[in-house]
């Protein structure tokens, strides 16, 4: 079974500034890991994902994650955030192919100008 | 490109009664769908796993009885809520896959809401 963790529930930060939002997860084999966006009131939007090669990712608007198997950690960067990256922010992992997505508790990033 | 469309976007639905979702892939064979729910100010939690040729997997806490799905081709899947209540309200999402993808296609999603 893969669990996954986010320990920040919110972060607040200003506009252009960088954000770095953390996942742990727990799985011992091999692993599929994505992120996901949710603005207020939508549904889930994908971001970025790794499942094997290079382990840092390039994402959608300016996002990258860096896979890291001895840290057990997939944590999403962006360089210099916009007011419209406020959000809920959720990493997903996947265990298997035929498993699905297990989602942490999910980031909420709040960008103020 | 691939996109899943989920309808309706919204529905509110008494108290004891059922309401039914859709779900449709277009653009690729959804070999694979997963339906979610994400209730008030939580994350998403599978309901459920229906790969073609498989019986549908429901996770804990989620049964065939309170939430029948259908996952009659490659495009389409349907989940009911039978007898819904309050603790039934939340945004229920359908994810689907085809053959090959690693990454799951999402809908908007259907906010429910009971009375």
């Known amino acids: 079974t893969q669990t996954v963790s986010q320990s920040d529930a919110h972060v607040t930060v200003f506009e252009g500034d960088s954000v770095e939002l953390r996942c742990n997860y727990s799985?011992?084999?091999?692993?599929?890991l994505s992120w996901y966006i949710q603005h207020h009131g939508r549904g889930l939007q994908f971001l970025l994902k790794?499942?094997?090669?290079?382990?840092v990712v390039q994402g959608v608007n300016g996002f990258e994650a860096e896979f890291s198997k001895s840290d057990s950690s997939f944590h999403l960067r962006k360089a210099s955030v916009h007011w419209s990256d406020s959000a809920v922010y959720f990493c997903?992992?996947?265990?298997?192919?035929?498993?699905?997505?297990?989602f942490g508790l999910g980031t909420r990033v709040s960008v103020f100008p | 490109g691939a996109l899943v469309y989920q309808y309706p976007r919204r529905t509110i639905c008494k108290s004891g009664t059922s309401m039914r979702m859709e779900c449709q892939a277009v653009?690729?064979?959804?070999?694979?769908v997963a339906w979610y729910r994400q209730s008030p100010q939580k994350t998403f939690e599978l309901i459920a796993l229906?790969?073609?040729?498989?019986?549908?997997?429901?996770e804990q806490n989620f049964t065939q009885e309170k939430f029948p799905i259908s996952h009659p081709n490659l495009s389409f899947s349907s989940m009911t809520v039978l007898n819904a209540y309050l603790e039934d309200r939340g945004l229920y999402l359908c994810?689907?896959?085809?053959?090959?993808?690693?990454?799951?296609?999402f809908g908007h999603g259907t906010k429910l809401s009971v009375l």
């Open positions: 997903a992992v996947r265990g298997g192919y035929a498993q699905g997505l297990t």
């Open positions: 799985y011992g084999g091999s692993i599929y």
């Open positions: 790794y499942y094997s090669g290079n382990p």
């Open positions: 653009g690729f064979q959804a070999t694979s």
């Open positions: 229906s790969t073609v040729n498989s019986a549908i997997k429901y």
């Open positions: 994810g689907a896959k085809g053959q090959g993808h690693e990454r799951l296609f």
